[in-house]
């Protein structure tokens, strides 16, 4: 019984011997041709087109690319000081920023600590607000007092450094810092730290009673009731020497600055109402604190008055 069921390669190739019979322009025209020439036509048609619609869609997508990487660009830089003292170009010359920056390699964190480790900023943010513009926050160190070693008293070296009062040691610039240029001096005593320099960091038990006395001064109006300071020592752990604006020494013990403060507004209080001016005063004890007064005559040592006793009559008739 025949095969009915041949391979279609097997009919193929008996077709293709059949038309090897025929002349050239008859195999050339012929329907069977035609037909495959159509078949790798449409074929290579379509690959042509698949591959063209495959450039097209590349071109976009790098054009698109391209145009949103140039929407990103950062023109605008807004810079915002909280203390208003440090000027935008030294902001931009610590970030290093002369033109545009672009958000997609933007790294805020590290422009942030870029800023960070300058030692007259606190804190620093820096982030992208869209479409265009890039906001930096600073916050500036605040200076309390000059600080400088005991030693410069007699080289008369000026260290220029400020410290603020978390004991953060920076450069006392006077284009910066202009309405602190009259802070006063305090002299390290020798061993206080390994190297003072910007960027060191006094420790909190040495600077605690100095932050104290700078708080407890800037209660009272130095006009009226007690001078600025003009400089700070401290000789002995538990002692500390102010030298005053007007000439006045005053001795302080370490703790309970804000009563020995009171004493002192006291005591000058009463030497303006006798138009006398202290020498020194020792603000240590709680009742009668010892002065020196400064007459034109002699000096003469005597204790301050107590409250009671100014208020007293029989005081008042004496003076």
Known sequence: MENRYRPRNEDRNIVSRLEKMLPFWERLWSRMTLRRILSSLKRWLLVTVLAAAALVGLFFVVYYAIDKAASLSIDKINIQSRHGMIDRDEILKLLGLKGAVNLATLNAHGMEKRLEACPAIESATVRAELPDTLVIEVAERIPIVYVAMETDVDTGVSRELFMDPE??????DPNTYADFLGVPVWYLPPGSCDKLEPGTVLSPELIAPICDIIRASNLYDPATEIPPIREIFRPKDWEIRLILEVGTEVRMAVYDVTSQMARLAMVLEHARRTKRHISSANVIPEQNPAVIFLDSRHPAAQPAPSEAEEESPSRRNRH
């Open 167 to 172: 004991g953060h040691v920076f450069p006392a």
